[in-house]
């Protein structure tokens, strides 16, 4: 069966006047990817301070409404671990945010302010219009700007230009070129970052889609910003940000519970406990045990892993995320610390055992998921895990 694709920009053509007419729709699929890559150079107060390269990557669900409109729910992972020539290691996860917003086959979409990503909505925004190459249009898309993990959020006015058919990377491509402003003083959003006086900046971004499936392929965006803070300070964002898409097979998530089972063996559930929640299939080792307050695997339990491994790496396509947890004893920085620690030597002991170092994020949740009470010696003993997520990516 095909493969669905992830956004699908519908095209309808026709001859006008020799020129064909071209009508775009945005139609997501049932589930779809979405990865940001920005590399940006920072200055803060006029002195330069080095690059930024940090990845988004949202996982998408889509159910479509009976007035047309399409509810979209998912997760976005942020993380800053990208090396200076684009490769990937091992990434650790610093943020884990939920979405929901209505889309429109025009790219509007309307989100709750409570929700902070996707950091840029409604665009691109169609309208209903047909366009010939040369045309341009004009559409309000909404900006988010997160810092001190308060959202500040504003309008931006973009005009687009439709460039017509080219070629990219040898296929047929429809060519956009868009371009919008970001202009923001204090006050503007009465809900935002109090600390922050004003942003101004250009953003010029060139889409790319498909011609013969609508799929969109890229999205280029070169940026600067100034952000300008009440305490006098200023920070300067120059550099680019790419957006892929990619659609998703969905995860048959008891069949894959089931061939895991088979290859790990039945037994091995004392160790193991296998479960699904929204994010994909999460393997809990309950009875992998650290040298108390260390990151550092006791040697008989390393057979285990041999074990995760060789199932592991039977699954193609997939992301594994792996969660380091502790129980509620110390403060909070200790635990997200050991558990950070403690999720990375899992991750390094599966990359000796085969499995690509790209294939993994991680993140140290602490003890902030309890499974048990912290006040016994049993529950506390619950709440030291680590949980491998096979996410639905």
């Not at 889509?62 to 990937?88: A, C, H, I, P």
Request: glycine share 8%.
């Amino acid at each position: 069966m095909k493969k669905l694709l992830a956004i699908v920009i519908f095209i309808s053509l026709f001859s006008l006047y020799g020129q064909s007419e071209v009508f775009f729709s945005v139609l997501p699929d049932t589930q779809y990817r979405i990865i940001e890559r920005s590399d940006y150079r920072i200055r803060v107060n006029g002195e330069y301070k080095g690059h930024v390269y940090n990845e988004n990557r949202g996982i998408l669900k889509v159910q479509r409404e009976d007035n047309g409109s399409f509810s979209v729910n998912g997760t976005f992972y942020v993380f800053e671990e990208l090396t200076k020539d684009g490769s990937r290691r091992a990434s650790k996860v610093d943020e884990i945010n939920r979405t929901s917003f209505s889309l429109y086959s025009s790219g509007e979409m309307i989100i709750d302010k409570s929700f902070s990503y996707p950091l840029l909505r409604s665009f691109p925004n169609y309208g209903s219009e047909a366009f010939v190459k040369g045309d341009k249009w004009r559409a309000f898309s909404e900006k988010v700007v997160l810092q001190n993990n308060t959202v500040t959020m504003f309008p931006t006015y973009c005009e687009y230009t439709y460039d017509g058919i080219g070629t990219y990377n040898g296929i047929d491509v429809h060519k956009i070129r868009a371009k919008y402003a970001v202009r923001y003083n204090l006050g503007d959003d009465p809900e935002g970052n109090e600390a922050l006086k004003n942003i101004s900046g250009t953003h010029d971004v060139s889409i790319i889609l498909e011609v013969e499936t609508g799929r969109p392929i890229l999205f280029r965006d070169n940026m600067r910003e100034m952000h300008s803070f009440t305490n006098g300070g200023t920070l300067e964002k120059t550099g680019f940000t790419l957006t892929f898409f990619k659609g998703i097979t969905g995860m048959e998530k008891g069949q894959l519970a089931d061939r895991l089972l088979d290859d790990l063996g039945r037994d091995i559930l004392d160790e193991v406990d296998i479960s699904e929640s929204d994010e994909g299939l999460v393997l809990s080792l309950n009875q992998l045990h650290f040298v108390p307050d260390q990151a550092v695997i006791l040697d008989e339990d390393k057979s285990l892993l041999d074990s995760i491994a060789q199932a592991l790496k039977k699954i193609e396509g997939r992301t594994f995320f792996v969660k380091g947890h502790t129980a509620d004893i110390g403060t909070s920085e200790s635990q997200i610390e050991l558990s950070l620690q403690r999720a990375f030597v899992v991750v390094g002991e599966l990359v000796k055992r085969g499995i690509p170092e790209d294939r993994f994020l991680y993140a140290g949740m602490g003890g902030t998921q309890a499974l048990a009470t912290n006040e016994t010696e049993e529950g506390r003993a619950q709440n030291r895990r680590v949980e491998i997520v096979i996410l639905e990516d």
